[in-house]
C-alpha cells in the first residue's frame, strides 16, 4: 500500500522529524537557536533549500542517474545540487535581508553540508518515493526542523540562566531541553510512522 503524500508530510514534521528523531542537523540547530528572529531567518532557509533540494534530486536521481547507469555518483551529484542551492539562496537573503544575512553569519553557508539536507535526499531514495511523496517528505522535513528550532530558541529565551546551577548553563542545557523535546516529538511516533 502506498502512503499518502500528505502523510508523509505531517510525518515528517512529527513523528519523524529530521532533527529530534534522527538528530541530523545539529551543529547549527544548537548554535543559532538563541534568539527567535535568527532561528525563525534558519529555519526557513532550511526549509527553502530542503524542500527544493530534495525535488531537485528527485529528477536527478530519477532521470540522470538511473538511466546512465551512474548511481554510485549520487552522494557527490546530491551535494553539488544542494550546494548550489545554498549559494542561491545566500545571495538572495543578502540582497533582501541584509540584517539578517549577518545575523545568521557562517551558519548560512553551513547549511551546505547540514547533514539533514543531505539525510532528506538519501531518505527519498532509500524509501523509493515517488515524486508526490518526495515534494511531501522534503517539504515536512524542512517544516520540522523549523519547528524544532523555533521551539528551542522560544525556551531559550524564556529560561532565566541565574536560576541554572554553573554546570548546566549554556550547553548543558540546551542539550537537556533537546532531549526533552525529542523525546515529546517521540511521544507522536505511534500515531504515524515512516519508512
Known sequence: MEINSFIIFLAAIFTSNI?????????????????IESSFGLGMAV????????????FVYHYVLVPLDIIYLQYIIF?????????????IVERFSPALYYTLGIFLPLITVN???????????????????TVGYGAGSGLGWLVAIMALAGIR??????????GLRGAGLTLIITGIMALAFIGFSGTVIIQ
Open 47 to 58: 526549509f527553502f533549500v530542503t524542500t527544493l533540494t530534495t525535488i531537485l534530486n528527485y
Open 157 to 166: 529565551q524564556r529560561i532565566r540562566e541565574k536560576m541554572v546551577p554553573a
Open 79 to 91: 551535494i553539488i545540487v544542494i550546494a548550489a542551492t545554498v549559494q542561491m539562496t545566500e545571495m
Open 19 to 35: 532533527l529530534l528523531s534522527n538528530f541530523l542537523g545539529m551543529c547549527s540547530f544548537l548554535s543559532v537557536s538563541k534568539e
Open 115 to 133: 547533514c539533514a539536507i543531505f539525510g532528506v535526499s538519501l531518505f527519498m531514495v532509500i524509501r523509493n518515493y515517488n515524486f508526490l511523496q
